[in-house]
């Protein structure tokens, strides 16, 4: 009959830094003794300090604390006694063993029609060739393994930011990351030779290129990038501005892949409703402080409010209270109680009916995606980005962010209303 064990380890880590830090070097020191598989079941029972993950290859893991987030003991248990020694060892290693190791990374992304160009921020480079633009960066990682686990979780954010600055729809499968010598490395960092970006472009028309037709990404969302390349979990108002590219970017990759159903009831509003959420990050970034409610002590949170602020700072007071009324307002009511602007399918016709709800109106025509909405949103983010990097010093000083008055929401404005 097979005996099986457990093992306890005194780990003993300061913070959740260091607590996260150790279950990344553990893994990465059992997938060295053999391919690692999850029954990934995490929960803790009422009342106990003792956080239970799951099920591995090795036994069934767990740990306890005596501070929140902060590891005291690793445990493994039913492993069988075979497997003891190298268990031990791994959380040793892990444990002990404070090296963490510089990679060299290139990402290549295939052309679609047109490259990619990316201003450099001195650590993210850039390569562009005829079949494919190269970004270069520098991560630290525990080993091969490591890295692996925090490029599956940052090209996604990587994705999220091109379909922002440079509407390139990155499909995750199709991207190769390779690790590279430093020469490699460092000579991708050359400035390339872009013309002065142009901040202000809300069309896809006016989409800024530099000399041979690439699309150029500005060093602001570059430093974004790095920024989230450079660390495990982001820094709360960098997580902020990826909230609000990863929600522009599942609005605009619905409104790719539903083609032809656009119009159908339903669709084109959680398309709507998904781009105008994109500025709810940035209205919690604008740092409003909640009041809390005096019935029952909880915080109340003025989301509407904040977003007119927020609109308001990079517009002016009509086109705020039009956006907060017209697609904040359908968001919600969409979002909370399933209301459509109408009934009506895309057909040939439209008759005339008088909304049943509010009795004073009409309801409105088919429902359609409406992209000026979008392109208004990508502007406001973009917007927000540069000048939170310009704020922190990291724009290049030659090349101001012209975040001051713009014509840009008036155009806008213009389009949505006459449709």
């Not at 993950?53 to 075979?82: H, L, P, Q, T």
């Amino acid at each position: 009959m097979e005996k099986y064990i457990t093992i306890r380890e005194q780990i003993k880590a300061k913070n959740i830094e260091a607590s996260n830090l150790f279950l990344r070097k553990l893994w990465s020191e059992l997938q060295m003794i053999r391919e690692n598989g999850w029954f990934y079941q995490p929960f803790r029972k009422p009342g106990e300090n003792r956080v239970y993950i799951g099920r591995c290859n090795f036994g069934d893991v767990s740990f306890d604390y005596k501070n929140k987030g902060c590891i005291e003991n690793m445990y493994f248990e039913n492993v069988k006694a075979g497997e003891e020694q190298g268990i031990r060892d791994a959380i040793r290693k892990a444990r002990d063993i404070e090296d963490i190791n510089d990679f060299y990374v290139r990402i290549d992304i295939p052309n679609q029609g047109t490259g990619i160009c990316c201003e450099t921020d001195g650590k993210t480079g850039c390569v562009v060739k005829k079949d494919r633009t190269s970004i270069y960066m520098q991560m630290q990682a525990y080993g091969a393994k490591d890295l692996e686990y925090l490029l599956n979780k940052k090209v996604v954010v990587l994705c999220n930011i091109l379909m922002l600055f440079v509407d390139v729809f990155c499909d995750i499968t199709s991207l190769e990351t390779t690790i590279v010598p430093f020469r490699e490395y460092s000579e991708s960092l050359r400035a390339l030779d872009t013309t002065e970006y142009d901040y202000e472009w809300v069309d896809l028309d006016e989409l800024p290129t530099d000399r041979d037709g690439n699309r150029i990404v500005p060093v602001e969302a570059v430093r974004l990038w790095t920024d989230v390349a450079a660390s495990n979990f982001n820094e709360d108002k960098v997580e902020l501005l990826v909230n609000a590219c990863r929600q522009f970017y599942t609005a605009k990759i619905m409104e790719k892949r539903c083609g032809g159903y656009l119009c159908d009831m339903g669709i084109s509003n959680a398309v709507n409703s998904l781009m105008v959420s994109a500025l709810e990050p940035l209205a919690v970034l604008e740092g409003v402080q909640p009041e809390r409610c005096p019935a029952c002590g909880n915080m109340k949170y003025s989301v509407v409010s904040n977003i007119k602020n927020l609109v308001e700072k990079y517009s002016n007071e009509t086109f705020a209270n039009f956006i907060c009324k017209v697609f904040y307002g359908q968001r919600s009511k969409f979002f909370h109680e399933g209301r459509l602007l109408t009934a009506e399918r895309k057909i040939d016709v439209c008759w005339p009916q008088i909304n049943i709800k509010e009795q004073t109106g009409m309801y409105q025509v088919q429902n359609t995606v409406n992209t000026n909405l979008s392109d208004w949103v990508g502007w406001l983010v973009r917007k927000v980005i540069c000048e939170y990097y310009k704020g922190t010093g990291y724009r290049y000083p030659d090349r101001p962010c012209r975040t001051g008055s713009s014509n840009a929401p008036t155009v806008i404005l213009h389009r949505l209303w006459s449709g």
